[in-house]
């Protein structure tokens, strides 16, 4: 019976993960409309957002189809992560919604642990470099090309237009199979080592810093200083990662988990269930946060004595 318990006690985030799913396929095959003009898949996703809001910060313009919708979306995200959390990433996001299917099949399919990447190990540290690295190189050519470079790349986007869209052919296999591969043997891959909206949600959880950079970058360009923005995102990017492995416990977040070590028995059950492995039998009592934690409550529904919260 605690298998049962443990597998259905987090329904509501699965029903509002596979609502949003849903709602996207319906829309995006037509069989819902919305208006009279085709939807663009790109518009809708907060990647795009944050691309188009680069683009307008460095060159008071913005890329291809984007609007000013596109940036309030993008300015809507960041906002949400620095004082919610990664709510995005953990509810509403199509490609974290496969990645739990995914984790889910393995386990149905007997082979429960999967492919452990221990959270905090060397490798798992290593890894985390590639969605920063992705990260520099969308925000860059995106703001040089004025166009959404995201596009080559991004499976959901990919999928969504049935690989006629514009894309670059082997990344979107590539990014695919990563997303598929990855997520069955490795829980939450591609959100852990590859996404790069991922690597920017993780950075705006760190927003003093991240408003320090850019309030200073667009106050210099109010004065008429020369704003190398290359050199912005990089210290972004670089800045990002480091303090991610450095201090993965960001404070000055409005929602967080809460742990009463009181009732804690240390049975492991909270990360074991935790798709990004936190130790949180670790954690100390009251307020924890973590810099991967989208507040799933998979650790909640896991905890046999409400220790968490």
Known sequence: MAKHKFQFKNWQKTLVQWGVLISLILVLTGVVKL?????????????????????????????????????????????????????????????????????????????????????????????????????FVILSSTVTASELFCKNLDPYYAVATGFKGEITLWMSITSLVLVVAGGFFINRFWCRYVCPL???????????????????????????????????????????????????????QLVTMVKDNSVCNHCQHCTRHCPYGIDLCKAGDGRFTHVDCTLCGECVAACNTGAIQ
């Open 198 to 252: 991922g690597a920017a949600s993780n950075s705006f959880k760190y927003w003093i810093w991240v408003v320090a950079l850019f309030g200073g970058a667009l106050l210099a360009g109010i004065y008429g200083w020369q704003i190398n923005w290359t050199i912005v995102f990089a210290v972004f990017c670089g800045a990002g990662y480091l303090l991610e492995i450095i201090a993965p416990k960001p404070v000055l």
């Open 35 to 135: 208006g009279s003009e085709k939807p663009d898949p790109e518009a809708w996703c907060p990647m795009g957002g944050l691309e188009a809001l680069a683009t307008y910060a460095a060159n008071s313009t913005l890329p291809c189809s984007m609007s000013s919708v596109q940036v309030m979306m993008g300015i809507v995200l960041a906002v949400a992560v620095m004082l919610l959390g990664k709510l995005f990433c953990g509810y509403l996001c199509p490609v974290g919604t496969v990645e739990d299917f995914l984790m889910g099949l393995r386990k149905a399919l007997g082979w429960k642990k999967g492919i452990n990447i221990r959270n905090g190990s060397p490798l798992d540290k290593f890894l985390r470099i590639f969605k920063y690295a992705l990260l």
